[in-house]
């Protein structure tokens, strides 16, 4: 199997190196490894001079969604497996899902589980977050426990249902997953193979506050697919239940507007549903 290696950066010049670094000291070599420079304007240029296998691309600064679907679309390979700048893969990652996809031929994406390391310590991952290989899309509804660095996909699901969503500044990987899972099994190689570091400033899901709001986004745009009854089901519930804890956070900060909108919205789908 040949893979091509996504890896979308911003401003991230020393982790960057610790991420290429598991990717060089994988038991199993990809084909490529592509680097999406979005816009840094700190040392991230310089990479290639260190690792000069890999393929480096800039860009102006267009959102990791952007990064990540240029990479995909400068890619040679049929595999696709993405590494965010911050994370790193344990040296058997690739070879796990290998073996997996090889005996496995039907399904298409798979990911790993994984550990989260704060402040050099790793710390227990809360159990909303635990993985799951079966009923994929009920279990991402709610948060998506599918890490980005942990993925391995193959271009033909993506031909498939599409790419990133640009129009979301975050949880662009949760409406990615759950769109795929609609249809698609989803495999778990459940071993712990990445490490993902957290508590960084820069990171987005750090700078940014009510990140409902996106999964709302992306809940709403999927309600418009064709979906079996319990999908439906499932996603109304949930969507209902996301809009009451953004109506108490316009309520608490006396967004006029958007209590209007959310009230709306839940009387609208409480009858729906």
Known sequence: MDISVVIPTY?????LQRALNSVFSQT??????????????????????????IKYIYQKNSGVSSARNLGIKSSKNKWITFLDSDDEWHED???FQIEFHKNN???LMSYTDEKWIRNGVEVKVPEKYKKFDTDVFFSNIEYCNIAPSSVMIHKNLLNKVGLFDESL??????DLWLRIALENKIGLIDKKLINK???????????LWGMDRYRVKSLEKILTLELRKEQKDI??????????????GAIKYDKITQTKEYKIKIERLEKYE
Do not use: M
Request: glycine share 4%; hydrophobic share 30%.
């Open 11 to 15: 401003n991230r010049f020393e982790v």
């Open 28 to 53: 199993f070599q990809s084909k490529e490894i592509i680097v999406i420079d979005d816009g840094s304007n700190d040392e991230t240029p310089q990479i290639q001079e260190i690792f000069p296998k």
């Open 93 to 95: 990652k690739l070879k």
């Open 105 to 107: 031929s039907d399904i």
């Open 169 to 174: 500044e975050v949880c662009e990987d949760y």
């Open 197 to 207: 570091y957290g508590g960084a400033e820069d990171q987005l899901s750090t700078k």
């Open 235 to 248: 996603l109304l519930k949930t969507l209902i239940k996301k809009y009451k804890v953004l109506l108490k």
